[in-house]
Each structure stands twice: as C-alpha cells, then as structure tokens.
C-alpha cells in the first residue's frame, strides 16, 4: 500500500481576467513552485501587463491563508504548488472592411488560479516546535522569608515585660 501524502493549501482565483490565456501562462509558469517573496519579486519586475493582475491573485491568496483560524500560516513562509490559466468565455465582435465585409475580432477572457501551500522548511519547523517539551514552571517554594534585623529587635513593649 503506497502512502499519500495530503497537503493543506489555500486557492484564490481571478475570473474573466481581459487577457488571453495564452498570455497569462507565461507569467503564471514562472512563479510555479516559487517561495512567495521570490514570485513577488518576479511579478514586480515582469513587463507583462497579465503580471498585475496574477499579483492581485496571489496578495489574495495570501490573504485568504492568513485568515484562516485553524491554519497558522505566514505569508511569506507559502510556497506556489500550482499556477494555471484557463481560458474564458471568448467575446465575438466584428469590423466592417473592404467590399462589404466584415473581420472578426476575439476578445478572449482567462481564468487565473493560484495554489499555496506552506513551504516544506516551515511544516519542519512547526513539527519541531510541536514535539519540543514545553517548559514547565518550577514549583513554589514555601520556605519562610528571612527576617530582617528590625524585626529581630524587641519592641519596647516586650523588653519592660522581660525586665520584670
């Protein structure tokens, strides 16, 4: 019997994204299998304009892992499992031209989904915080307190009672 690994991950998606998707997988093949600051830094230097729009899928990924109460995950401690773009609905428009014909134009659409998954460095560290002992205070001591010499003194009080 082969065992599975399952990993958690959390997704975000950018639907109708006015691009094609052709396009948008160049800029998603590059971020795959990246650390988070590493795909940031990609998406900020890449001159395609599809770039902007798969940052705001991955701030939402971001985002979207953060929120979670039963995950505690840090952002910048994801990594990109998957990065695809599917296509969308394509719009058909047209364009008059020579000799009463017309030429079609394609307004194509793609859909944008972004995976992340924590990086397998964190899930060691977390292991390794989980199995560490926790440390325990130590037990209270219940010896008495030195006495201070003011203390020690008789009051006078109890010095004419020993006098007489």
């Known amino acids: 019997m082969v065992a599975v690994e399952t990993r958690q991950t959390v997704r975000a998606q950018a639907k109708w994204v006015r691009s094609s998707a052709r396009k948008a997988r160049l800029v998603t093949d590059l971020i795959r299998g990246r650390s988070v600051p590493e795909a940031r830094t990609i998406l900020a230097f890449s001159k395609r304009a599809v770039a902007e729009d798969v940052e705001k899928v991955l701030r939402?990924?971001?985002?979207?892992?953060?929120s979670r109460p039963d995950l505690h995950w840090?952002?910048?401690?994801?990594?990109?499992?998957?990065?695809?773009?599917?296509?969308?609905?394509t719009l058909k428009r047209h364009r008059a031209?020579?000799?009463?014909?017309?030429?079609?134009i394609l307004k194509r659409s793609c859909h944008i989904t972004l995976e992340l998954a924590p990086s397998p460095a964190a899930l060691a560290a977390a292991a390794s915080a989980a199995a560490a002992p926790k440390r325990q205070r130590a037990p209270k001591q219940t010896e008495e307190p030195a006495?201070?010499?003011?203390?020690?003194?008789?009051?006078?009080?109890?010095?004419?009672?020993?006098?007489s």
Not at 60 to 66: G, K, L, P, Q, R
Not at 75 to 84: E, K, M, S, T
Not at 97 to 104: C, I, K, T, W
């Open 97 to 104: 031209r020579a000799r009463g014909r017309v030429g079609r």
């Open 147 to 163: 006495t201070t010499e003011t203390e020690t003194a008789e009051t006078p009080a109890e010095e004419t009672e020993s006098e």
């Open 74 to 89: 840090n952002g910048d401690d994801l990594v990109i499992v998957a990065a695809y773009a599917n296509e969308g609905p």
């Open 60 to 66: 939402s990924a971001i985002a979207n892992a953060e």
